[in-house]
């Protein structure tokens, strides 16, 4: 499948683009980048051509990979799927829910496949332990409680390739690492029926969350905690016990490389991944109503 590559910042240079220039059933014909001098440096090295003009490369692929602030993903993805490309997205889809509408009902119009990527959902420990948890939980009992936690030293590390990233010091870990957690939550504890949301130290915002059948979590999510005191801890409880997220085994890249996976099964008329668009629309809207109470 040829696939064109709309970003060039860090994540489209550490990730998306290696991963596509590697994988055996991908062919990457392109970069696109709001700054030419950035597209031609990362298509350089990637061995492909920079494109000054989005449409024009939307005109020489098969689907597209976004690596762009969610508010500029938005509409470029209605696009490419307006031009009839299939979609390989980035978290959150969008930060309204205005925005994630339109991309996925531009999705069903044109009829094209999409999969948003969710890191831990592509990264075969966290994947595989997602699979076996919503297993349990779709059992007697299920699980009752859960908590996700999510903390980063973006903002406290200047060493961080993303500490220069304008949307996420804006919008804040709500919405760059809420995702994630609301990823580990939702599938394995149902559709929430309300959330919450409170300040803490920092950006540092904390979530509390109601599903349907009673089920309850939490979320802490903080870009400002010390290096040495970030991580990730996830885990849900009821009848069988306590099951606890494992570490990520895999480097990004290849958690990408099975999301591209993903998208050309899809493509081929297989299931939609359960990581598509209209899963992150879900997830925008929680994180809207989140951001409302705080």
């Known amino acids: 499948m040829r696939f064109g590559l709309l970003g060039t910042g860090p994540w489209a240079g550490r990730t998306h683009g290696p991963a596509l220039a590697a994988h055996d059933d991908v062919e ?5 980048g709001r700054r030419a001098e950035a597209a031609e440096t990362l298509a350089t090295r990637l061995d492909t051509r920079a494109y000054a003009d989005p449409d024009a490369l939307l005109a020489d692929c098969d689907a597209v990979a976004v690596a762009l602030p969610p508010d500029v ?10 031009a009839g490309r ?7 889809l969008a930060t309204t829910v205005e925005g994630a509408r339109e991309v996925t009902a531009a999705v069903e119009r044109a009829g094209v496949a999409s999969v948003v990527f969710f890191t831990l959902h592509f990264t075969a420990s966290t994947a595989r332990w997602l699979d076996e948890q919503r297993a349990v939980g779709d059992g007697a009992g299920g699980w009752m409680l859960g908590r996700a936690d999510w903390f980063s030293p973006v903002f406290a590390d200047s060493d961080s390739p993303y500490a220069a990233s304008p949307w996420r010091r804006d919008k804040g870990p709500l919405w760059d690492i809420g995702p994630h957690a609301l990823s580990v939550l939702v599938p394995l504890l149902g559709a929430v029926t309300s959330v919450r949301g409170a300040r803490g130290a920092g950006d540092t915002v904390h979530l509390t969350l109601r599903h349907e059948g009673g089920a309850s979590s939490t979320a802490t999510l903080s870009h400002t905690v ?19 997220l494992p570490e990520r085994d895999e480097s990004p890249e290849s958690s990408f490389a099975h999301a591209v996976d993903a998208l050309l099964s899809s493509a081929r008329g297989e299931a939609p991944h359960p990581c598509d668009a209209h899963f992150a629309e879900s997830i925008t809207q929680l994180l809207t109503q989140a951001q409302s109470t705080l």
């Open 226 to 244: 010390p290096a040495a005191a970030s991580g990730v801890v996830a885990e849900v409880r009821g009848d069988a016990g306590v099951a606890s």
């Open 86 to 92: 299939h979609l390989l997205l980035d978290k959150p």
């Open 73 to 82: 993903q938005a509409p470029l993805a209605v696009r490419a799927a307006e």
């Open 28 to 32: 990457l014909v392109g970069v696109w």
